[in-house]
C-alpha cells in the first residue's frame, strides 16, 4: 500500500475561540464548514484566503 504524503499549506486558526487550527493542505481550495476540535462551534474556511468565519451549524447536520 502506498501513502500518500500531504504537504501542509499553513494552518487556520479558529475564529471563535482562537485555539483550535484547521490543517489546510496543498491543493485545498474553496470553501468548507469545519467543526472546531476545541470549542465546538462551525466555522466556513476559505482555503484560498486561509481565513475562517464562524457559522450557525445546519439543521439536520449533528
Ligand atoms: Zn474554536
Redesign the pocket.
Known sequence: MEKTVKIQKGTIK?P??K??KVVAYVGAAGQSSIQ?G??K?FMLVDYDTMTAERVEPERGVI
Open positions: 479558529c471563535v475561540c485555539k483550535g472546531c476545541r470549542c462551534m
